[in-house]
């Protein structure tokens, strides 16, 4: 995911809805960012705006997420065109 969904109410809910889709849990979510269960509520519904300390934490860990997800690309890439490598006469290796 590389953009936050257009559908929710504000910024605080568009990106804990793209940490939830790159990390799978919003659990894992709510956790990382250390907040109660009712303020994770709150942020998701769009009722409550992330304190500074708490968007730092979810901005880390999209960040964090997409960078895992661009490592798992290149590899992948690189394996692809190893194997096109082989196939082409002359080809890159």
């Avoid at 504000?10 to 709510?30: C, E, F, H, Q």
């Avoid at 934490?57 to 997409?66: D, F, V």
């Amino acid at each position: 995911m590389d953009r936050a969904p257009a559908t929710k109410p504000n910024a605080a809910s568009r990106l804990i809805a793209m940490a939830v889709a790159l990390v799978g849990d919003p659990l894992k979510v709510r956790k990382h960012i250390e907040c109660s269960e009712q303020d994770f509520l709150a942020y998701c519904a769009g009722e409550k705006e992330l304190p500074s300390s708490e968007l730092d934490k979810l901005i880390s860990l999209i960040t964090h997420e997409q960078g895992i997800l661009i490592a798992q690309n290149r590899e992948f890439i690189a394996s692809i065109r190893s194997k096109f490598a082989e196939l082409i006469p002359g080809g890159r290796k």
